[in-house]
């Protein structure tokens, strides 16, 4: 049965899973906004025995699409090293944000630097590739944008992260999303189950729980019941077990 797990605080995520419901967790494994190489985790072995599926995301500056070579090779570097840290705590995959190009480039040379980015490596744990929420020069924004990324990278063994927050602030129909990106990818592994604090097709980043968001609560649930893949909340901390616990009650019924 899939998983319903949240994004946690990195200093102790088998309590902060057991506080707010979640039998799976996600975490940083370095400092989210830095290139430090993860290091061994002294709550390895608590991780590893508590029965939790575990997912790893990759900082936010990893950005293996870009045409500077500052940022592209670090990028690449920084997935290998935090796919073995996640591989050696067991984890289900680590996700990796679709990245972008500068102004002025040409999309297709960033999709392609996807390309030589896997055919380079062979990881120890999927990479999960995730859609992004706005951003002309971005990779996987929106269903036709993953399409022309995976007409690229679909041949590797390369995972698929889908975030409603992500997916309702590049203007996609979250009713019809899971079908639709289906149809071009093949797959979704993971569901990142977030609602907005923005309007539709606004652009912005920015999550919120579900009793306070602009996505409708049950066009979250379907969302996720649709996928039938493990679901990660991304929401603000104090209303994670309430999110969890409206996803487990709407995934029963």
């Known amino acids: ?17 057991a506080a707010v419901g979640a039998e799976a967790v ?11 190489k ?12 508590s029965g939790l599926g575990l ?28 796919a073995a840290a996640a591989a050696a705590l067991g984890a289900r995959g680590l996700v990796v944000h679709g990245g972008h190009v500068g102004d ?21 744990v999927t990479v999960l590739v995730e859609n992004t929420a706005g951003g002309e020069n971005a990779c996987a924004k929106g269903v036709d944008r993953l399409a022309m990324l995976w007409d690229v990278i679909g041949g590797f063994e ?8 992500h997916a309702w ?34 652009g912005r980043d920015r999550h919120a729980n579900f009793a306070t968001g602009t996505i409708p609560p049950e066009l979250l649930a379907h969302v996720v019941r649709e996928a039938g893949c493990d679901v990660v909340v991304e929401t603000p901390g104090e209303g994670q077990a309430e999110d969890i616990a409206f996803l487990r009650a709407a995934l029963a019924g």
């Open 26 to 36: 996600q975490v940083f494994l370095a400092d989210p906004q830095g290139w430090k």
């Open 158 to 165: 390369v995972g698929l992260c889908l975030d409603t927050c």
């Open 55 to 82: 997912y790893a995301h990759a900082p936010y500056l990893v950005n293996v699409a870009s045409t500077n070579n500052r940022i592209r090779i670090p990028s690449r570097n920084m997935i290998a090293q935090h």
């Open 169 to 202: 602030a590049s203007g996609e129909d979250l009713e019809t999303l899971v079908e639709r990106v289906r149809a071009v990818t093949g797959r979704i592994d993971l569901v990142h189950g977030n609602s907005s604090r923005d309007p539709h097709g606004s």
């Open 1 to 17: 049965m899939p998983l319903i797990g949240a994004h946690v605080r990195d200093d102790d995520p088998v309590a902060a899973a």
């Open 104 to 124: 002025g480039d040409d999309i297709a040379v960033g999709l392609d630097n996807w390309r030589k980015t896997l055919e380079r490596a062979t990881y120890p």
């Open 38 to 49: 993860p290091q061994p985790r002294a709550d390895a072995e608590a991780l590893t025995s």
